[in-house]
Each structure stands twice: as C-alpha cells, then as structure tokens.
C-alpha cells in the first residue's frame, strides 16, 4: 500500500510525475502505475492518469469546449471567506442533488441553458478588473472544468468553485467552497480538497450534519454555517449561539441578498 500526503507550495502549477515500480492498493482514483499530482499553490490536489491528460489541452482545444451557462455576471462574493470581494460567477446548469430549498432550481436541467465555449467565458470575465471567478451551478463539478480553468488562469484568475462535492472535481481549482447536501453525501475526494466547508442550516439537527462533516475534511479547512435564507429570522439565533458555544466554527450569511446584488 503507497500512503501520499498533501502539502502547499507557494509556486505556480507544476507537474510531478511518480513511477511506482510495485503495486499500488486501489483508493479512490488510485491504481497500479503512474501516479501524477497537479500542484497549485494551494494544498495538492491529487487526479488520476486519465484526468491528467485533460490537463494537456491545447489552447485551441480549450477555446472550443463549452458548458451549458445558466448566466454569468460581475459582481461581490457574498458568502464565506471571501465576502466583500468583487468576483465573475458562472453559474452552469445541470444538477444530481435536487436540495427541496435550492434558490436556483432552474440550474438543474442543463439542456435547457446555451452552450458557451470555456473562451467565451473567460474573455466576458476578464472584460472586467477583478481576478477571481467563481464556478457554480447547479453542481459545477459535473463538468469537466479543465478548459475553462486554463483560460481563466491564462488571464490572471484565481478559480473557485463552489460544490456540494458529489461528483469529483476536474480541473486546477484554486478554492474549493464544499457544501455538503442530505440529498446526496458528498464524496471523500471532494472533503479532502475542501479549502472552506459551509453547511447551510435549515433545521436543528443541521448542525450534527455539520460537525460530521467537518470531521471528514482537512485541520486547515475553515468552518462556516449559514442560515438558509428562508428561514434566516428564526435559524441564525440558533447558529450564533451555537458558534458561541463551538468556536471552531464562523458565521456565513449571504450578504448579497441583504444589499440585493446578484
């Protein structure tokens, strides 16, 4: 059995490749052979051999990939650790977990969302000063993102996606925001990658949800709970009181609802 342990480098992507000359006990994307890692300057981030080889797209071949895109605007983060900041979001359609409170239930059919190449994209966000963009949905991580992820960091972008993990992320992420969903449990590839874990809280007994799910995820990742908006008066005394007692934890609220900016 090869145990492999994640570390920072405060360098730009760079590709290690490790030969393994025996046998390498199956772990989730984990097989005998070629093991590679993308390195970011954010904690390793591990992908099989199939998934490195999508990092090899040409530009051309980047430019011409699309993804359905529910819509796509310039405006602040409102949520998490990067609130207040100014932020492209890409919202794309398509959608394997259903939430009953989800706010953006159009996203989940992505055939009903146009088609847009990764360079369309990246050249209406980089039509704007701020060099953060964040992938959402729906569930981004559905999608394949390692074009879109290469144009934008041709342009001076950090990505960010925002995930309930269900799916394995592909492409080089930046900032990973995992939002773990009842509906369906997110994988443990997505935990370890998570960068901020924030647990929306609809009922009281979210917030064992949520320290199971902290328990799951890195000693570096930041803890967040939320108030799910409609239920926002009568939930966020709780989650004061429960951070009040559970420090380890931090308030999110979406404040781009209470200043009514996208």
Same mark, same amino acid.
């Given at each position: 059995?090869v145990w ?8 730009g992507p760079?590709?290690?490749e ?7 006990e ?8 070629r ?26 071949e980047?430019?011409?990939v ?6 796509h605007?310039y405006?602040l983060?409102?949520?998490g ?5 100014a932020?492209?979001?890409i919202?794309?359609?398509? %959608?394997?977990?259903?939430c009953?409170? %989800?706010?953006v ?5 992505a ?10 994209i990246?050249?209406?966000a ?6 953060i963009a964040?992938?959402?949905g729906?569930e981004?991580?559905?999608h394949?993102?390692?074009?879109? %992820? ?12 925002e995930?309930?993990?269900s ?8 900032w990973?925001?995992l939002?773990?969903?009842k509906f ?6 997505a935990?370890?990658?998570a ?18 799910h902290?328990a ?6 930041l803890?967040?709970l ?15 009181d429960y951070i ?5 934890w ?7 609802k209470?200043?009514n900016i996208p």
């Amino acid at each position: 059995m090869v145990w492999l342990s994640t570390t920072t480098f405060g360098i730009g992507p760079i590709l290690f490749e490790i030969a393994l000359a025996g046998h390498c006990e199956e772990r989730s994307n984990l097989t005998s052979g070629r093991i590679r890692f993308l390195v970011t300057d954010k904690p390793l981030t591990l992908y099989n051999q199939q998934q490195i080889q999508k990092q090899k797209l040409t530009n051309t071949e980047s430019n011409t990939v699309s993804y359905p895109v529910m819509e796509h605007f310039y405006t602040l983060q409102g949520e998490g650790l990067h609130t207040g900041r100014a932020a492209y979001f890409i919202r794309l359609g398509g %959608c394997d977990v259903g939430c009953v409170w %989800c706010d953006v239930k159009e996203s989940w059919d992505a055939s009903i969302h146009p088609q847009m190449t990764a360079n369309e994209i990246t050249q209406l966000a980089a039509a704007n000063p701020g060099r953060i963009a964040v992938i959402t949905g729906g569930e981004p991580a559905l999608h394949d993102l390692t074009a879109l %992820c290469n144009l934008l960091h041709g342009e001076g972008f950090k990505t960010h996606i925002e995930t309930s993990g269900s799916s394995p992320i592909v492409g080089a992420i930046d900032w990973v925001t995992l939002s773990p969903k009842k509906f369906k449990a997110p994988i443990q590839e997505a935990l370890d990658l998570a960068n901020e874990l924030k647990v929306v809280v609809y009922h009281h007994s979210d917030f064992k949800w949520a320290e199971e799910h902290a328990a799951k995820v890195g000693k570096d990742c930041l803890l967040y709970l939320q108030p799910e908006w409609s239920k926002r008066d009568s939930v966020t005394p709780l989650i004061i009181d429960y951070i009040q007692q559970h420090p380890q934890w931090q308030l999110s609220l979406q404040t781009h609802k209470y200043i009514n900016i996208p």
